[in-house]
Nanobody, 125 residues
């Protein structure tokens, strides 16, 4: 059974940082591409960042988070981490991680098949 569990969300002031983690089980993690998406109230879900399978481990970012967020993976721990710095109120959303097998190539275009339950990030003073 595939399971993705996000953690690390919370309330932070503008300019602050949070570190989100996605822990996977039930999959051959090193062969999977992992993505982060977010959905704000009343908005559609949008791509945030992704990292390809371990053989490449290439990260990609939405323009809105480029230079502020950093994605990384630890295949020994089946974990992908999203370090979020210089947070803005517009980053407020539920953040979801997702996984796709054979995850090599341009991961923003992947059709992700496994999804976590999400973690809330609120940026407010």
């Amino acid at each position: 059974q595939v399971q993705l569990v996000e953690s690390g969300g919370g309330l932070v002031q503008p300019g602050g940082s949070l570190r989100l983690s996605c822990v996977a089980s039930g999959i051959g993690f090193e062969h999977y591409g992992i993505g982060w998406f977010r959905q704000a109230p009343g908005e559609e879900r949008e791509f945030v960042s992704c990292i390809t399978a371990a053989r490449e481990a290439t990260g990609y970012y939405a323009d809105s988070v480029q230079d502020r967020f950093t994605i990384s993976r630890d295949d020994a721990k089946n974990t992908v981490t999203l370090q979020m710095n210089s947070l803005k109120p517009e980053d407020t959303a539920v953040y979801y991680c997702a996984a796709v097998p054979y995850g090599l190539g341009y991961c923003p275009y992947f059709k992700y098949v496994h999804w976590g339950q999400g973690t809330q990030v609120t940026v407010s003073s």
